[in-house]
């Protein structure tokens, strides 16, 4: 079964600094894709940033980007020019690249999350 | 915009009473979840449901059922509640075809008590 851990319970950062959330995961299947995660105090949980196995280019949405180590089994997302806005939970989430009549299936494997506080 | 809600977002309950959690998405989704979420535990997935009356275990199924009569809606349901389903529970929707990694899309929550 895949696993995926966050090591980083809390973290905190100034505003305006960048910082960088861990996530590690083990699997033993190929084709597979990975997910963070932000759930705002009190609010929904929204995609932050995906990124493909099978594409050796780190995925970036503007302030946001990862860096994919998959050899390392590694997905950490860095967050530049924090702002206020960013304080949150952060969840890294694996998803099997396999359908379902293929042994796959639509889950997400989540971490136990880190809580990001950022400092004015 | 994708839309999941769910019927409430505070709810308390008593040991023993049937409880029942409703999720709506509005996006003719084919997958939806229903995800347990506690502190330091993450989020856990307690079933799915791919299609109308179609539903997977997920991770911790235990004391819990759910129904998926129409597509747009999926029921979690405690039989018989314990203080131990005390939790923030999490619905979700994703729509199975097209790009295969389809976002799930997240509801409000719904913090459950049981007293």
């Known amino acids: 079964a895949q696993t995926v851990t966050q090591s980083q319970p809390e973290m905190s950062v100034q505003e305006a600094e960048t910082v960088t959330l861990s996530c590690t995961y083990d699997t033993s299947e190929s084709d597979y894709y990975l997910f963070w995660y932000k759930q705002p105090p009190s609010r929904q949980m929204i995609l932050v940033i995906r990124q493909e196995a099978y594409k050796q280019q780190n995925a970036t949405e503007n302030r946001f980007s990862v860096n994919f180590q998959k050899a390392a089994k590694s997905f950490s997302l860095k967050i530049s020019d924090s702002q206020l806005g960013d304080a949150a939970m952060y969840f890294c989430?694996?998803?099997?690249?396999?359908?379902?009549?293929?042994?796959?299936?639509?889950?997400?494997?989540f971490g136990k999350g880190t809580k990001l506080t950022v400092n004015p | 915009d994708v839309k999941v809600t769910q019927s409430s977002r505070y709810l308390v309950k008593r040991t023993g009473e049937k409880v029942f959690l409703e999720c709506v998405q509005d996006?003719?989704?084919?997958?939806m979840f229903w995800y347990r979420q506690d502190p330091g535990l993450g989020l856990r997935l307690i079933y799915f449901?791919?299609?109308?009356?179609?539903?997977e275990k997920g991770d911790i199924p235990e004391g819990y059922s759910v129904s998926r009569e129409k597509k747009e809606r999926f029921s979690l349901i405690l039989e018989s509640a314990s203080t131990n389903q005390t939790s923030m529970y999490l619905c979700?929707?994703?729509?199975?075809?097209?790009?295969?990694?389809?976002?799930?899309?997240f509801g409000p929550g719904t913090r459950l008590t049981v007293l």
């Open positions: 989430a694996y998803r099997s690249g396999r359908v379902r009549n293929q042994g796959g299936s639509e889950k997400l494997v």
């Open positions: 449901s791919y299609d109308v009356k179609m539903k």
């Open positions: 979700a929707s994703r729509r199975e075809w097209g790009s295969s990694y389809n976002e799930q899309f």
């Open positions: 996006m003719d989704h084919e997958n």
